[in-house]
């Protein structure tokens, strides 16, 4: 993007010619034009202008120019000194390649990324003081590999014949000039002229080339500037604003807040992601049900492989007629018992102090001793402990290289095979458990260590050495002199020769984290210890200095075991020595006259640093300096910087030796000292975009994506070495191709232990031609090491196995990807060695994260810009978008052995979460590139398709209905009871005292009672007051402002008995008169209210101070209090007209933040009484307990209406009095042997997490995570007396009254969970309703049980329902929302065309029935623009039925149930509402989906809501947690949201538990959340603006 931007700024184009390009970019990234035809004519727009535009960023040109001058003084002191100098004396610094990170920032405009924002808690995670400086130190160590600026040309590599003429030019060529590489390590290097700047324009073809290298992908912001009504439907109503009724002051006319800092950060983010770097979207498998992810083709341009098939490259064979002793043991007890003086191993203190030499005399007599002891003084049972061939543990510390070499070779002389291991510091150190695993699966009982070790190693209470996690039990012996027991004089340990069996046993940790042991056998020990003698040219008694771990690796096969078989004296230098004097290693190579040094990169690095007071030291007596970790991208600037610095200090440039080395073959290439016939040292400089495509191209100019790496020398002296494919059968790779390295010798590893499948295919490799013939008939090793065989048949190792991500089809080396980080500022806000690089795969494609160590001073701008830099110059030079940049405090990151990252570890933090970063800065946008194609919408059957009776496409049309209402009762009672009034009369004159009302409190005690007569008198005395105090007349609408109890229905029967319209509304809150109040005001003003009836407290309420401070408090109509009105009979009570006059106003405010009231006749409302009436089966007789809000729905009508009209109990308990006491609702049910039960889903979670401890059941229900249901558990309060006796076997129906789709697992957990309490398995079931019908389903107490189904989620995103079997991926449980209730008949429509569908198919649900509602009221006279919603028909078919749309999507399925008529079931399964799906990528997702999925990432996530904006995704978390926690969550969230749902994420938010706002019903308010985020009201712990 960047590439293509700039250049083109270079040269002014005129506006039309911009306008142009902009406009093909929309076409491209719309998919209405092809690559090829968006090139065709872009290229058309530019030709006039493309030779004034050049290829070469100006910041670039500084950069090629400069050269030039230093190359001439720079070839003058050549001709005097015979040396390769350079100017880059000072790039041991991490600037190796800052250059090319400078001028790949520079392409970049300074784009201004929108910033996370945190609150200041999570700021201070600790202060200052307390962090230690890190151990900067890190295996996957220092310089970043050289890349240069430079151009575009690139040649294959040929075949071995002919590479030599380019690689020298490459080498001469890059040896001195600033810009270059560094310089070489041979004398013969000679400079050669650079090109000059000039030769750097591009013109014609080539230009255009260069400038487009990402095409714009399809734009996420499209539909930026108009919201779509999708987005937010705008009923003919008020919003309800819950948070200060200022409504104006929240929005502009565009619906975007004004005022509001979140809404310019999310347009600052959309700005980024206008142009998102991706490919365009190719071939796709396009299929309407599946949404397949992108599979990336190969770029047809990409570079391929050209050259020959390579042949296996033979190393040098052994030297015959050299003495070579018959075993390693066999040298041991040569010089121990002739040469017993002859120093072995010299240890040295943290002070650099010589503390003891080890003789071979003391070697060999102390390993005999602990032979003998092993083999003879322990036993168990009278057994003895160990046998031949046993494996025993090794633990010993980094300082005690003596006491490590007694004991491996007292295993060896006993037959024991040691397997050494790091010293555990803690019980949870890093990686700690697989070692565990691996001392378990090597049957391990035994671990040798010292006395100061042990006395350091965690203990249990006993005493005793703790077990650590995962470890099997160990015995613990010391080996200390005084523990071991003499042999006798005639004792002699068994003679070996170097045979098959095992000699130890090095471990070995893979990418994964799991640890393997890789066996060596005696006969490769022999063999590794020859070759490494002749390679090196090893003589006796030669003195070599090793900084390595000498545990495993180089450090072992050099400094332990080839150092005895030669007879050499060994100075081993321990890693804290190494880090308090990085300079010791050549201060012991001064003053011990060293011949040979082993080291890493790091080391050299370490001691340039601290080099410069230091005049009196000399390297004149090496002979050999091995680089172990030679084969690492940085290895090379170090051993050039180390040569520039200390050549004069008598160190000769042939005395470097990088090696190549891995656990399973051991040595795999060294480079010779000349003196031995070595070839001269090489260099290639590689182009980084070839090597992605594991392709050699060298770039024979300079070019931004470089990498330099140096030979690894030769192979190993009778060793064969070949290049194989990475993936697939082992083929060859031709010459210029990257493969994996394979070794075929005596010296390599055996097999790992115990491991046989995957031993066959690492040790037993037998790699073929491209004929498929084999190449060897010996075996080759697998190396796990990238590379390629170049001139001189020198080896070349351009990364391992381990350290590769593939992305896409591209691979790329997480050792590179640390170089180009380290080139960015890297001193200032992070630590050097401690940055990690791994790969995790989310959506099928491997994903880069980068996590690094912030320092403790660096602010939160000055890490964000780094971040932001870091992403850049990652994207421009490895053209790869890092997907998670993560920095978190000092010192917390998980550390290797010897300093370091465990990169394994940190990757396992990550994905469970535990990483607790600091910041966090992630890139989906940019990264996912294979996401599904957007789903264009096709054209389905429309009105023109041919129904057939009463199918449509074939499938029987989607059509039920509840039973017929005429044959169920004589139409003489339904008109007598036809007016609601008249019945409460009817019912007061026959059973004055039958109790109709019971209110409880929260003590479970009645607080008012009410009895057919009590209420008639109440409901008078009402009616009197609103007709001769308010003087209100017929029609006229009065608001009901009363908290839920007898008060509220005496006080709307009064309404009805004198002709007034009542309208409920839920009282404000006192303690959140803010939010609540202005609620309160909007119903009352919407629905024209002449009069407000309440009590005395809530008048005093609403005409306070709090109040006026909310709401306006002088424009409330007439208020009246009803607790003390006169008793008074009314002259006569209103009957109505007819049955269509309006009875009462229902006013609710919908999850989507409508607020919208409907209107309800007297017909209606005695139909909905009567169906409810029939389905539950409700006589005067029978008792039913509610715990629902009285407002609005089936709630207000269970509460106020169907009581009367039925004439049964009702059991009143209010909600609200549930905080206070949890068990008060089903202690009800119990008491009053309720059958039927009404109750919300907020109702039954508190139930189920309140009282969840306390029934005695403590299994997990499922659907609940483990997690979630202990922390219940834990804070659920002590066992409550009141539910002690509690019995729900009288419940024969527990129906949860809901606007929604059924919430299984809730109701799932809440019958499993009572079940104890006699609860019986199919009493729980839900209900169904909406605004234009408030009961369409209901379970009742007759019918089959609801059915549950299983539908696939992906299909569901299409608009269609296909079903699956349970347990299927993306699988989703549907249950049934109850019966249809009698007089309601359901069809499915399709959402545009209104045709009707068939069986199983997805549509709105529209409903027919007499309880409809009549219309929406507004006071707008706008109820015209919905009267589609209350008098829609159908576009064909049955065009006469008039149908009400609910807004819900659902489906109808005939089941083999059987139905009380006979019939069979139709069941109706809701899918959710319509208003609330979020239309993203061309799909419809219900938030309710994705919510579950995140809820799902991580235990500390309570609850979650989601929500667009402007076509970006916003996910809500409430953190149950630390807020330290706060920051893991943003990529678990991102990912498991790209996993299950292909959508990426664009705004994170973490909130506190109890912020996402919920309504009555328990139903999340979306919309009320996304005001208060846009307008910053949320008081967020963190938001992540995910590029």
């Not at 998670?884 to 570890?905: D, M, Q, R, W, Y």
Request: neutral net charge; aromatic residues 6%; contains cysteine.
């Amino acid at each position: 993007m960047a590439d293509r931007g700039c250049p083109l700024e270079a040269v002014p184009l005129p506006a039309e010619v911009r306008e142009s390009l902009a406009e093909l970019e929309l076409e491209l990234s719309e998919g209405d034009i092809t690559q090829k035809g968006y090139e065709k004519k872009r290229a058309k727009l530019l030709a006039r202008y493309i030779p004034l535009i050049q290829g070469v960023d100006p910041s670039l040109q500084a950069e090629n120019r400069m050269p030039a001058p230093s190359q001439t003084t720079a070839a003058v002191p050549k001709q005097q000194k015979p040396r390769p100098t350079s100017s880059r004396d000072e790039r041991f610094r991490s600037d190796v390649h800052t250059e090319a990170v400078q001028a790949a920032l520079a392409k970049y405009k300074e784009r201004k990324m929108p910033m996370p924002s945190k609150r200041r808690s999570v700021l201070v995670h600790s202060s200052v003081e307390t962090y230690t400086p890190p151990d900067t130190s890190s295996a996957s160590e220092d310089e970043g590999s050289l890349r240069r600026p430079g151009r575009l040309t690139s040649t294959p590599l040929q075949s071995h014949s002919n590479i030599e003429p380019w690689l020298d030019r490459v080498i001469q060529g890059s040896s001195t000039s600033s810009s270059a590489s560094s310089t070489s390590s041979h004398p013969g290097g000679r400079p050669a002229a650079a090109p000059t700047a000039a030769a750097t324009t591009l013109t014609g073809p080539a230009a255009h080339a260069h400038l487009d290298v990402h095409s714009a992908p399809p734009d996420v912001t499209t539909g930026l500037g108009e919201l779509s009504h999708r987005e937010r439907p705008q009923l003919a109503s008020v919003r309800g604003v819950a948070r200060g009724y200022s409504g104006s002051v929240l929005e502009t006319a565009g619906g975007v807040p004004v005022n509001s800092r979140v809404s310019s950060k999310i347009q600052q983010l959309l700005n980024t992601l206008k142009r998102p770097k991706r490919p365009p979207l190719k071939e796709f498998f396009v299929d309407d049900f599946e949404e397949l992810l992108e599979v990336q083709q190969p770029d047809p341009n990409q570079p391929k492989p050209e050259g020959s098939q390579m042949v296996v490259l033979r190393g040098e064979p052994l030297a015959v007629g050299v003495p070579w002793p018959p075993s390693l043991l066999a040298a041991l007890q040569r010089w121990g018992t002739t040469q017993p003086k002859a120093p072995c191993l010299t240890a040295l203190d943290t002070a650099g102090k010589a503390v003891y030499t080890l003789t071979y005399g003391k070697l060999w007599s102390r390993s005999l001793k602990l032979a003998y002891t092993l083999l003879n003084k322990l036993t168990s049972k009278n057994e003895p402990l160990l046998k031949p061939g046993d494996r025993v543990a090794l633990v010993f510390p980094n300082s005690d290289p003596v006491m490590f070499m007694v004991a491996f070779y007292g295993c060896l002389l006993a037959d024991l095979v040691p397997v050494p291991i790091e010293v555990p510091l803690t019980r949870k150190d890093a990686g700690s458990q697989q070692v565990g695993f691996l001392l378990g699966s090597c049957g391990v009982t035994l671990a040798l260590t010292t006395d100061a070790c042990q006395k350091g190693l965690p203990k249990a209470q006993t005493g005793e050495v703790a077990t650590f996690k995962g470890w099997p039990p160990l015995s613990w012996l010391v080996i200390d002199g005084k523990h071991l027991t003499k042999p006798p004089k005639d004792w002699r340990p068994q003679t070996q020769d170097a045979g098959a069996g095992t000699a130890y046993i090095e471990y070995k940790t893979s990418k994964e984290g799991s640890t393997v042991g890789v066996t060596v056998s005696h006969a490769s020990l022999l063999a590794q210890c020859q070759a490494l003698t002749q390679a090196c040219g090893y003589s006796e008694a030669e003195t070599l200095t090793n900084v390595l771990d000498f545990k495993r690796d180089a450090g072992l096969w050099h400094g332990v075991l080839t150092s005895v078989m030669n007879r050499m004296h060994v100075i081993s230098i321990p890693y804290a020595l190494m880090k308090v004097n990085p300079l010791s290693w050549i201060q012991k190579v001064c003053s011990y006259k060293a011949r040979a040094a082993l080291v890493k990169s790091r080391d050299m690095h370490w001691s340039l640093l601290a080099q410069r007071g230091q005049r009196d030291v000399s390297l004149s007596s090496l002979r050999v300096l091995i680089v172990a970790d030679g084969a690492n991208p940085w290895s090379i600037s170090s051993c050039d910087a180390f040569l520039n610095v200390f050549q004069s200090r008598g160190l000769r440039p042939e005395v470097i030796c990088p090696c190549a080395t891995s656990p399973e073959a051991l040595t795999v290439a060294i480079r010779r000292p000349p003196d031995l016939g070595g070839p001269p040292p090489k260099k290639a400089v590689l182009s980084m975009n070839g090597l992605s495509f594991g392709v050699i191209r060298v770039d024979t100019e300079e070019k931004l994506s470089v990498l330099t790496v140096q030979d690894v020398g030769q192979v190993l002296p009778g060793a064969d070495v070949c290049v194989v494919k990475v993936e697939g059968a082992p083929y060859l790779c031709k010459t210029d191709e990257v493969g994996e390295l394979c070794v075929s010798s005596t010296t390599t590893g055996t097999a790992y232990y115990g491991l046989l499948g995957i031993t066959k295919s690492v040790f037993e490799t037998v790699p073929v031609t491209a004929g498929g013939m084999p190449v060897s008939d010996r075996p080759f090793t697998r190396t796990g090491l990238l590379g390629f065989i170049g001139p001189d048949n020198l080896v070349f190792v351009v990364g391992k196995l381990d350290g590769l991500m593939v992305v896409g089809v591209r691979r790329h080396s997480a050792d590179d990807i640390v170089a180009t980080a380290l080139a960015v500022e890297p001193m200032k806000f992070v630590y050097r060695g401690r940055i990690a690089v791994f790969s995790v795969t989310v959506l099928h494609d491997d994903r880069i994260v980068l996590v690094a160590e912030q320092r403790p001073d660096a602010s939160e701008e000055d890490s964000f810009q780094w971040m932001s830099r870091v992403l850049q110059a990652i994207d421009s030079i490895h053209q790869v978008g890092v997907y998670c940049l993560a920095l978190v405090p000092a010192n917390t990151l998980p550390k290797a052995p010897l300093g370091g990252i465990h990169i394994s570890e940190t990757k396992q933090r990550f994905l469970e979460g535990m990483l607790h970063p600091c910041n966090v800065l992630m890139c989906p946008h940019t990264c996912v590139t294979n996401l599904p194609k957007p789903r264009q919408k096709q054209p389905e059957v429309g009105p023109a398709s041919m129904i057939v009776g009463n199918l449509v496409a074939g499938k029987r049309i989607a059509q039920a209905s509840g039973r017929e209402l005429a044959h169920l009762e004589d139409s003489d009672q339904a008109r007598k009871f036809l007016f609601l009034p008249d019945v409460l009369q009817w019912r007061a004159h026959t059973t004055p005292d039958h109790p109709l009302f019971l209110l409880l409190n929260a003590k479970g005690s009645v607080t008012s009672t009410a009895t057919c007569v009590q209420l008639h008198k109440k409901a008078e005395r009402v009616a009197a007051a609103l007709m001769e105090k308010a003087r209100l007349g017929t029609g006229d609408h009065v608001a009901l402002v009363y908290p839920p109890g007898v008060d509220l229905i005496a006080a709307f029967y009064g309404c009805l008995y004198c002709g007034c319209v009542p309208v409920t509304v839920r009282p404000p809150h006192p303690q959140n008169l803010t939010t609540t109040l202005p609620t309160v005001k909007m119903i009352v003003e919407v629905s024209k209210s002449a009069c407000v009836l309440t009590t005395q407290a809530i008048m005093r309420l609403l005409k306070s101070k709090d109040a006026a401070a909310a709401v306006d408090i002088r424009t409330w109509p007439t208020i009246l209090d009803t607790d003390d009105i006169p008793k008074k009979k009314v002259a006569n009570i209103f009957r109505p007209p007819s049955p269509d006059v309006l009875a009462y106003l229902d006013f609710s405010v919908s999850t989507t933040g409508i607020l919208a009231g409907v209107k309800m006749s007297h017909a209606a409302t005695s139909a909905l009484c009567r169906s409810i009436k029939l389905q539950c089966e409700l006589y005067p007789s029978r008792q039913i307990a509610i715990c629902l809000d009285p407002y609005c729905g089936l709630g207000f009508a269970l509460w106020c209406l169907c009581s009367v009209y039925s004439g049964h109990q009702s059991v009143l308990v209010p909600p609200l009095e549930l905080e206070s006491n949890v068990s008060l609702w089903l202690s009800a049910v119990s008491q009053y042997k309720a059958r039927v039960t009404f109750c919300s889903y907020s109702v039954m979670e508190m139930c189920t997490k309140g009282l969840g401890a306390q029934t005695g059941v403590l299994r997990v229900p499922p659907g609940v995570p483990l997690q979630a249901f202990l922390r219940w558990l834990r804070t659920a309060p002590p066992l409550l007396p009141q539910m002690k006796g509690v019995n729900l076997s009288c419940v024969r129906t527990c129906m949860v009254v809901a606007e929604e789709r059924p919430r299984i697992a809730l109701t799932q957990s809440f019958s499993k969970l009572f079940k104890d309490l006699g609860l019986p398995a199919r009493a729980v079931s839900t209900t169904f309703g909406c605004r234009v019908n408030v009961a369409i389903c209901l379970q009742g107490t007759a019918g089959p049980d609801p059915t549950t189904v299983y539908v696939d989620m992906r299909a569901l995103r299409h608009d269609r329902v296909r079903l699956v079997e349970r347990g299927s991926p993306h699988s989703l449980p549907l249950t049934e929302s109850g019966k249809i209730l009698p007089g309601v008949k359901v069809i499915i429509a399709h959402t545009e065309t209104k045709g009707p569908l068939g069986d199983s198919h997805l549509g709105e649900i529209w409903v027919s029935s007499p309880h409809n509602a009549t219309g929406y009221y507004t006071g707008y006279g706008e109820e015209a623009l919905h009267a589609d919603h209350f008098s829609a028909r159908l576009s064909f078919g049955d065009t006469q039925t008039i149908w009400a749309r609910t807004g819900y999507l659902g489906f109808l399925r005939r089941t083999e149930l059987t139905d009380a008529s006979g019939e069979r079931h139709d069941a109706l399964y809701v899918v959710g509402s319509l208003d609330e799906t979020l239309e993203l990528r061309g799909m419809r997702y219900h938030p309710i989906d994705i919510e579950t999925s995140v809820v799902r990432a991580h235990r500390s996530i309570a609850e979650c809501a989601v929500f667009t904006w402007t076509n970006l995704l916003v996910v809500v978390v409430e953190l149950d947690g630390l807020e330290r926690d706060a920051l893991d969550l943003v990529a678990l969230v991102t990912n498991v949201v790209l996993e299950e749902h292909h959508l990426v994420v664009g705004v994170v938010v973490i909130v506190d538990p109890g912020v996402i706002p919920i309504n009555s019903r328990g139903e999340k308010q979306r919309m009320h959340l996304r005001d208060g985020f846009l307008a910053d009201q949320l008081d967020p712990i963190y938001v992540a603006y995910n590029m």
